[in-house]
Nanobody
């Protein structure tokens, strides 16, 4: 299992921006990371995909965040970032980092994002 450390969550006003970061264990073989991504879960709701990026750089976004969120990787640090712009109250949730490493998924503990109207 890959160890993940998330950061960047917080409380913001609607329309503001946040940048989430997730760092994977430095001891893993980076070339074996198949994909990295971000998911989110609001109270009483199922966890949903926000954005993913594959080892080949292919990105995928939920329709609700297209044009507002951008996912990127920093290979030297085994890090995946999520730039979130024009945040809306409906974006409020716990955001979880995900890494697919040698066809096995690992999850972070989550970071809280709160957006006030």
């Amino acid at each position: 299992q890959v160890q993940l450390v998330e950061s960047g969550g917080g409380l913001v006003q609607a329309g503001d921006s946040l940048r989430l970061s997730c760092a994977a264990s430095v001891s893993i073989f980076s070339r074996s990371i198949n994909a990295m991504g971000w998911y989110r879960q609001a109270p009483g709701k199922q966890r949903e995909l926000v954005a993913t990026i594959t080892s080949g750089g292919l990105t995928n976004y939920a329709d609700s965040v297209k044009g507002r969120f951008t996912i990127s990787r920093v290979y030297a640090k085994n890090t995946v970032d999520l730039q979130m712009n024009s945040l809306k109250p409906e974006d409020a949730a716990v955001y979880y980092c995900n890494v697919r490493y040698r066809e096995t998924d690992s999850w972070g503990q989550g970071t809280q994002v709160t957006v006030s109207a």
